[in-house]
């Protein structure tokens, strides 16, 4: 017995027998339903006689994909404003039967708790903040997810999440670093002030000196006579 066609060298067959083995697990989700072989059955006569058969192999669907995520990318503002939420969905590669509804869970630690998930539908669910501020930083939030397949396959999924403080619309405040070589708040007021105390000098000296160099007049006195008639 020899195959002829199975160019991807999944399958082999042993001569004298005819019994047909993979070489490796198939994936339904991957390799299809079906695969169909070719085998040639071939006698030791003189002459030799020969036939082709059609072999179709019938993959069965299990539950061997791990879950997967996407999710939007969106940010948190600190501290907490209403109806803020980053919705994720989740999918896997096994049929329906081994895949949905997805159960979801937060890890146990404490220093996580302040993220809740909650399960909008068997595919999707939403994060939010589970208390009322949250330092700013970028955050990775584990979350577990298991499918709902006769063998529970789990995985642990990172969700990347930016928490800001906000403006009013809602977009993230953006922090400008000094720049290098400009001075800093203290600095500038030291600058300032100096500069006012040096100009308040040089008002004070050319004061001084106009007063100086201006001749003080002397005020003239007068003897004053009574008027007298001239008739």
């Known amino acids: 017995y020899s195959i002829i066609n199975d160019s991807r060298k999944w399958f082999s067959i042993q001569e004298n027998s005819g019994l047909i083995k993979v070489f490796h697990p198939l994936d339904r989700e991957e390799f299809g339903h079906t695969y169909r072989l070719q085998v040639i059955a071939q006698d030791t006569g003189d002459p030799r006689l020969s036939a082709t058969a059609d072999v179709t192999i019938h993959i069965l669907g299990v539950n061997n ?5 996407k999710n939007t990318n969106e940010n948190f503002c600190t501290p907490k ?3 803020q939420r980053l919705i994720f969905q989740v999918w896997d590669k ?3 039967r081994n895949s949905a509804s997805f159960k979801f869970r937060p ?4 220093s996580l708790r302040q993220w809740k998930v909650t399960a909008l539908n068997g595919t999707h669910a939403y994060l939010s903040m589970a208390v009322q501020y949250i330092e700013p930083a970028v955050q990775n939030v584990p979350i577990f997810i298991t499918d709902d397949g006769p063998d529970p396959q789990s995985k642990q999924v990172l969700l990347r999440v930016k928490v ?5 619309r809602g977009h993230c405040k953006i922090d400008v670093d000094r720049m290098e070589g400009m001075p800093t708040l203290s600095s500038a007021l030291g600058i300032i002030l100096g500069t006012m105390a040096a ?6 000296i050319i004061f001084c000196h106009l007063t100086i160099s201006t001749p003080h007049k002397r005020k003239e006195t007068r003897d004053t006579f009574p008027l007298q008639s001239t008739a």
């Open 81 to 83: 404003r209403e109806k």
């Open 107 to 110: 890890p146990n630690d404490a």
């Open 164 to 168: 800001c403080r906000c403006n009013t």
């Open 199 to 204: 100009i308040g000098i040089i008002l004070i």
């Open 94 to 96: 096994d049929s329906v």
């Open 65 to 69: 994909n791990v879950p997967l995520e």
